[in-house]
């Protein structure tokens, strides 16, 4: 089984939508071993203290705990971005990740510079992986992608766009 780390955004993200059916969260589960960083999972817990759709959200993944696997790592103190994301580009590395979850887009390409071998994915690309590997229709990611975008004020994202644009195509 191919090994995946999230970031929080991205399990927030995959949170928003933990009570759809289907559930992209448990399609992960189902198709990728997920080992998440502690400091990724602290940002959860603090997250989940507000009381608005991302705290919810972030406590549906919390409340998934055990499916995964939560390892600490020591940070990179030169690496530019929050815990969470430090955690989990080192994490990636370290585990020989085939995918990197991450949802942070304004700093997509420090986060892929700093991956060794591991494929960067956002949650769009990730449903059209679903799609392509027909573990979700072109349609359920579309309003799955719709219900996301909607709770994380994706309208004018141009990677939701082009997802978007790839559920219409199929």
């Known amino acids: 089984m191919s090994k995946l780390i999230p970031d929080a955004s991205s399990l927030v993200s995959l949170g928003i939508v933990a009570d759809c059916d289907p559930n992209p969260l448990d399609l992960c589960i189902d198709q990728y071993e997920i080992i998440i960083p502690t400091a990724v999972i602290e940002e959860l817990q603090e997250i989940a203290s ?4 991302h705290g919810r959200a972030a406590a549906a993944v919390l409340d998934r705990t055990a499916s995964f696997d939560t390892r600490s790592v020591d940070l990179d103190a030169e690496f530019p971005l929050d815990d969470g994301e430090n955690a989990a580009v080192t994490l990636a590395n370290d585990v020989d990740a085939a995918l990197l979850l991450c949802d942070e887009f304004t700093q997509l390409g420090l986060i892929h510079a700093s991956l060794a071998d591991t494929r960067l ?3 769009p690309t990730l449903l059209s992986v679903f799609v392509r590997t027909e573990h ?14 909607d709770a994380r004020s994706w309208e004018s994202n141009s990677y939701v766009q082009r997802a978007r644009s790839l559920f219409e195509d199929t």
């Open 50 to 53: 507000y009381d608005d759709a």
């Open 121 to 123: 994915v956002t949650t």
């Open 136 to 149: 979700l229709s072109p349609a359920a990611a579309r309003t799955l992608l719709d219900e996301i975008s």
